[in-house]
């Protein structure tokens, strides 16, 4: 594992952003830095989306909701993108990764980590309600418990 291997959580929030924008100014000008993306967006379900059975009409405009929002967080990971090469990080050296889960689940986080090798995380910060944190933990905070021999950055 390598310090200069950062991997990014991406949910297109505000704070997902200031990572991103931290990155850029911690390691754009670092030799050797390979940045990537964890893209963390919901899947839109395959459905058969004919005829007019009751509640068809409900289904198609929640599907066309969730490629609306879709559209938006591709449009922001692009421009994250940008941010990234704009302050110096080498373009080949920034990749994109598509998360499973659609929000920042910790142990997806946590093994996407380990498969590749990276040293550094960043994510924004996620507010929680205090009573899903007592109960469940934020993401961060299941983060820090399991992550060994890597730094956690977390932005806000």
Same mark, same amino acid.
């Given at each position: ?35 990537? /993306? ?10 058969? /989306? ?92 299941? /983060? ?13």
């Amino acid at each position: 594992m390598v310090w200069q291997r950062i991997l990014i959580v991406f949910d297109h929030t505000s704070n997902a952003i200031k990572a991103v924008e931290y990155v850029g100014r911690m390691f754009g000008k670092v030799s050797g830095a390979a940045v990537t /993306l964890v893209g963390l967006f919901e899947s839109i379900p395959e459905h058969d /989306l004919e005829g007019d059975a009751p509640g068809m009409e409900k289904l198609r405009a929640s599907i066309s909701a969730m490629e609306i929002e879709n559209e938006e967080e591709k449009k922001a990971l692009i421009a994250a993108i940008d941010s990234l090469a704009g302050q110096g990080v080498a373009c080949d050296r920034i990749d994109v990764l598509k998360g499973e889960s659609g929000h920042a689940n910790a142990e997806e986080i946590l093994s996407i980590a380990q498969k590749g090798d990276y040293g550094t995380i960043v994510m924004g910060h996620h507010e929680s309600g205090a009573l899903a944190a007592f109960i469940s933990g934020d993401p961060e905070t299941q /983060l820090l418990h399991k992550l060994a021999g890597r730094t956690l950055c977390i932005v806000a």
